[in-house]
């Protein structure tokens, strides 16, 4: 094996975290609100954007195909001064899966548009065809190339119902962003109901756009001539707030997160008072605090798409079940490679029995520190969690993963009392 050298953090465990923190803006809402500038002509500025690497990779390919922007101190100042249009090149769309989401705004301004296959997070199968016969339910033209995807609509898009065969997020967005530019009106039947959905839609009517029943099942859209600029801020990250209020919990920590919407993170929030953790929402409904000086008892889980557990807390929370009384199942409903973190908690001691996506955790099981590896963002942030709730040292490395994902997060648990550091690589062996 061969000698490498990166970056790692390094986590000394039993620590229990205190005090509070403020949530960054939401990664899953920036990707789409950035799309949505391709819209428009005239400047716009998004606020409370966070800096994360799927951000900046998003303004390079924004950058590719014609947009100009200046991201800094949490802003995205976006200006027009070439003519949009083209395709990014193929090595940086198969950077991030939001790489995709510049189809939709670029078909309905331009009548063309064209992307290489996006990347991300390998977790399981996420194909296109839900953005793919939507675009061709509002007139365009499809055809894959070198494994490039073309859409043309050289007479402009025409409103239409489009039925999801699921409500897929990024699907839902991508057709939003096509939609408010077509002529006429369409619905959109079986949408994702995501908060991020309400994000983008929000941003959209404030450009001009004319859309209704956003984060409902049916989103009904009158397409409009023509967009403005528009000023918007993000909504705060719920998977952030989540992974936060895990780590709280499992090092028995005592946590206030401000700046949160709570009815973001209902599913959550129940499962937590489930398993004896005393939440209370603050009187102005943006704090949310945990208190998990209590013992804690195992529970069942499903993931499923919003307003159901979010699949992207549930690798976090599946770490923070293995140091809890009982038997508890976890079941993934919409990613089926999304176990890839169980192999990795087992190495500080996890006893966890594989069902395929329905594993059983067995708890409370003392956890020793590792050396491990992160294989996606919210594998890794599990890897955290355990590591927080670790007796000694542990090492995980995989750390580009959560630089995709969140702006800061060992400086938030640094902040709330926990000893992490990112160090320089060494050169040692890979774990």
């Known amino acids: 094996m061969s000698a490498v050298a990166e970056s790692f953090l390094r ?20 990707l789409p609100c950035l799309a949505a500038a391709l819209l428009s002509d005239e400047p716009s500025r998004l606020t409370r954007v966070p800096d ?6 998003l303004i390079d390919i924004l950058t590719f195909v014609g947009v100009d922007s200046e991201f800094a101190g ?96 990024l699907g839902t967005e991508n057709l939003l962003l096509a939609a408010v530019l077509a002529e006429g009106r369409t619905q959109i039947v079986n949408a994702a109901m ?6 983008l839609a929000d941003m959209l009517n404030g450009m001009g756009a004319r859309i209704s029943n956003a984060g409902q099942h049916t989103i009904t859209i009158d397409g409009v001539e023509r967009l403005s600029g528009a000023e918007h801020e993000l909504i705060p ?22 700046g949160v919407h709570p009815e973001h993170n209902e599913a959550l929030l129940a499962k937590l008072a489930e398993i004896g953790v005393d939440v209370r929402l603050g009187p102005n409904q943006l704090d949310i605090r945990v208190d998990a000086d209590a013992a804690l008892y195992a529970t069942n889980v499903q993931a499923l798409p919003f307003p159901g557990f979010a699949t992207d ?32 908690l087992r190495k500080f001691g996890a006893n966890i029995i594989a069902g395929g996506a329905a594993p059983v955790i067995i708890g409370p099981t003392p956890f020793s520190g590792a050396m491990v590896r992160g294989s996606d963002i ?30 800061d997060l060992p400086g938030q648990l640094r902040a709330l009392g926990a000893d992490i550091e990112q160090l320089p690589g060494l050169d040692t062996l890979s774990p």
Do not use: W
């Open 11 to 30: 986590i000394t465990g039993l620590r229990r975290l205190t005090g509070e923190v403020t949530v960054n803006g939401a990664k899953n809402a920036a």
């Open 52 to 57: 994360i690497e799927d951000v900046r990779r």
């Open 74 to 169: 949490g802003e995205v100042f976006i200006s027009h001064t070439r003519e949009c249009g083209g395709a990014p090149p193929d090595e940086l769309a198969a950077a991030l899966r939001a790489s995709f989401l510049i189809m939709g705004p670029l078909l309905a301004r331009t009548g063309q548009a064209s992307c290489g296959a996006p990347g991300g997070d390998v977790i399981g199968a996420r194909p296109l065809d839900v953005h793919l016969a939507g675009f061709r339910a509002l007139g365009a033209q499809i055809e894959t190339v070198g494994g490039r995807t073309i859409a043309r609509a050289p007479r402009g898009l025409c409103g239409a119902t489009i039925v999801l065969d699921y409500p897929s997020v």
């Open 194 to 199: 995501e908060p991020e959905i309400t994000c």
């Open 237 to 258: 990250d719920r998977i952030e707030t989540g992974t936060l209020l895990i780590s709280a919990a499992a090092t028995r920590g005592d946590v206030c997160l401000r």
């Open 313 to 344: 807390l549930q690798a976090p929370i599946t770490a923070l079940l293995t140091q809890v009384q009982g038997t508890s199942i976890v079941h993934e409903r919409v990613f089926e490679n999304r176990m890839q973190h169980l192999d990795e």
């Open 378 to 407: 919210r594998g890794t942030a599990a890897l955290i969690v355990a590591a927080l709730a670790a007796a000694g040292e542990s090492r995980i490395y995989g750390v580009e993963h959560l630089a995709r994902g969140y702006a």
